[in-house]
């Protein structure tokens, strides 16, 4: 199986394909969703599609920092507390509710058996690697998708109708999961550029 291209070389190829195909590099490499499925830093998203590097870290710096934006996002879309989550790990899990919280905060590293649950727990795509990849690595795994999408538009049936009908912007943020508003937005601007404006309808 061969190795993947570096986050250098993916970078080099959307930023050719979006010239080609005059998308906006700003929606198609939104760093707040990049951030959102990889559990990085905005920071890091930005510093390493502008072609930086990451702040040096270990691997327990990336599975505690990457667990606990994970436990973030979750309170924030459930409007549950910390307690609440560490409650469901703990029973889910079988752990104590304690280290359960203690992981979550950040403040621990969970053991592989633990991190192996948290996977499913969170449905994160790319296993323990998820949690333990570098940071280039984490968002090269994200835009391999996408890169491979727009170079061949057929594997991707959001971007070949896009294709097919002349939509060459749209906001792609969470490509490959699209929320419903994002489906609609797409849709929207499918229907504009295949229904003629009011009043101009042949007879």
Not at 52 to 80: E, F, Q, Y
Request: aromatic share 4%.
């Amino acid at each position: 199986m061969a190795l993947p291209p570096p986050l250098s070389e993916t970078l080099q190829r959307l930023d050719a394909l979006i010239r080609e195909k005059g998308l906006e590099r700003s929606e198609l490499l939104d760093v707040t969703g990049l951030a959102a499925r990889t559990a990085l830093p905005e920071s890091t998203v930005h510093a390493l599609l502008q072609g930086g590097a990451p702040p040096d870290d270990t691997v327990n710096d990336r599975v505690r920092a990457r667990i606990s934006a994970l436990a973030k996002a979750d309170l924030a879309a459930t409007g549950r507390r910390m307690s609440d989550l560490a409650a469901d790990i703990s029973r889910r899990l079988d752990v104590s509710e304690y280290w359960a919280r203690q992981v979550c905060d950040g403040r621990k590293v969970p053991s592989v058996e633990l991190l192996h649950g948290l996977v499913e727990y969170f449905e994160v795509d790319g296993g323990e690697g998820f949690f333990t990849a570098s940071a280039a690595d984490a968002l090269n795994r994200v835009l391999l998708p996408l890169l491979h999408g727009l170079e061949d538009p057929r594997s991707d049936p959001v971007l070949a109708l896009m294709d097919r009908y002349g939509v060459k912007s749209t906001d792609l943020r969470m490509h490959g999961s699209l929320t419903r508003e994002q489906v609609e937005r797409l849709l929207e601007g499918v229907l504009r550029s295949v229904v003629p404006p009011e009043g101009d309808h042949k007879q």
